[in-house]
Structure formats: structure tokens, C-alpha cells
């Protein structure tokens, strides 16, 4: 089976400015979710769905950052405008709705804030 | 709060055996997750363990006490490929999955 697809692997971008992260899940999972990581840390949950709707999007920072799951399909994660400090690997991950299943995660975009 | 916590690093030789620990305080348990993470990579799914136990996978094994709110992972017969970060993560009620930062570890020949 294909694994979760994200877009782009890198990205610079001078701050102030908006950026956007793609992601496609695995086929048949209905759970998606964003995450940020930080060097040398482990993944950061911003924002999980269940199909298309986001049932937990309790540490995304809704001032600047913004998520939507059309369909229940793809996902697209936006930050407007852009602070240094989001310099990080943006991670989307996918998974089946029982307990025991594994996230399984993309390759995930680089963002460095200039 | 929510919190769990293992080593930032350890080092081991080719060969050997080494093991990794995991406490965790979490408001519900659903399970604990072992993923491996390469540098510059995604991290991948090791093991699950949601009973108390030892669950063997290969080389590799994972070991559940929910009373004590530990685990950890056995590596044996270590190799170079195995230089790694090693992230403990657990799911709680809710389905939220929640992180530790990871435990990189060196093996040297």
C-alpha cells in the first residue's frame, strides 16, 4: 500500500510571509494528524481529525496556523504569517480509528523561517 | 499533567544489548508505542503494548507495567543500523497520542 504522501520535503520561506503543507493519508485511514517536531524533541500533536471533522485542535496556535481536511481525504496545514520560531519538520501522520493501530507518518516538510 | 520522560542518549556496542526506559503519567491509558526515528527521517512503528508483559518482535522486545507506568525496549544483537532516536509514545483516553522526546542512541563498533 502507498504511505502517507506529503508536499513539499523543504521549504524557506522569509518571515511574515504564508507557507502551506500538503498531506495524503493512507487509503481507509480516517484518522489524520498534524505534528510539529523540533530538533531533538519528540512529535508535538497540533491538530487530530476523525474523517473531516478536527476533534482535537487543542495546542494548534489558531492565531496564525489553519487546517482543513476536505472530504475527509487530504489535509492541508497553513501558517499565516510565518515567526521564527515555527522553523521546525512539519509531520502528518494517518491511522486507523482502533486503539492499537500505529500512526504511520510521512516524510515531512522541513520549514525554516528566515 | 501529562508527561513522559527517558534517557536523551545512550551508547552501545555492536552486538550487545541494550535497554531503553519509558515512564509515563497520562490522564487514561489506550496503549504504549515504541517508533524508531532516523536522523532526517520519519519516525516508523516498532511495537504496541497495551497489557502488562513482554511483547518479542525479532530482535526487538517491549515491556509493559501500567501499575508502575514503565516500559521499556530491549534491543539485542545490536548493529550499526540501529543508531537511532528511540521515541516512547502513548495513547490516552481521548485517542490522543503523546510523545517523548526520544532517546537517541549511538552504537559504536
Known amino acids: 500500500e502507498a504511505g502517507v504522501v506529503q508536499s513539499p520535503r523543504y521549504k524557506i520561506i522569509e518571515k511574515k510571509q504564508p507557507v502551506a503543507f500538503w498531506c495524503n493519508p493512507i487509503?481507509?485511514?480516517?484518522?489524520l494528524y498534524w505534528y510539529r517536531q523540533n530538533l531533538g524533541q519528540g512529535p508535538e500533536l497540533l491538530i487530530r481529525?476523525?474523517?473531516?471533522?478536527?476533534?482535537?485542535d487543542s495546542q494548534l496556535p489558531k492565531d496564525r496556523f489553519s487546517a482543513e481536511r476536505l472530504k475527509g481525504v487530504d489535509s492541508t496545514l497553513k501558517i499565516q504569517p510565518a515567526e521564527l520560531g515555527d522553523s521546525a519538520v512539519y509531520l502528518c501522520?494517518?491511522?486507523?480509528?482502533?486503539?492499537?493501530?500505529?500512526?504511520?507518518f510521512g516524510n515531512g516538510t522541513r520549514l525554516t523561517v528566515t | 499533567g501529562q508527561n513522559i520522560d527517558q534517557p536523551t542518549e545512550m551508547t552501545a556496542t555492536e552486538g550487545a544489548i541494550v535497554q531503553i526506559n519509558c515512564t509515563y503519567q497520562?490522564?487514561?491509558?489506550?496503549?504504549l508505542f515504541w517508533y524508531q526515528q532516523h536522523a532526517g527521517e520519519a519516525p516508523t512503528f516498532l511495537s504496541y503494548?497495551?497489557?502488562?508483559g513482554l511483547e518479542e518482535k525479532g530482535r526487538f522486545s517491549s515491556f509493559l507495567s501500567r501499575s508502575k507506568g514503565y516500559s521499556y525496549l530491549l534491543l539485542k544483537e545490536l548493529q550499526m543500523k540501529d543508531s537511532a532516536s528511540y521515541l516512547c509514545?502513548?495513547?490516552?483516553?481521548?485517542?490522543?497520542?503523546?510523545f517523548g522526546a526520544g532517546t537517541r542512541l549511538f552504537v559504536k563498533a
Open positions: 501522520a494517518s491511522s486507523d480509528r482502533d486503539t492499537n493501530s500505529p500512526l504511520h
Open positions: 487509503s481507509g485511514h480516517n484518522t
Open positions: 481529525y476523525e474523517n473531516e471533522e478536527a476533534v482535537d
Open positions: 497520562t490522564s487514561g491509558f489506550n496503549g
Open positions: 503494548n497495551v497489557l502488562d
Open positions: 509514545a502513548v495513547r490516552t483516553g481521548g485517542f490522543k497520542t503523546i
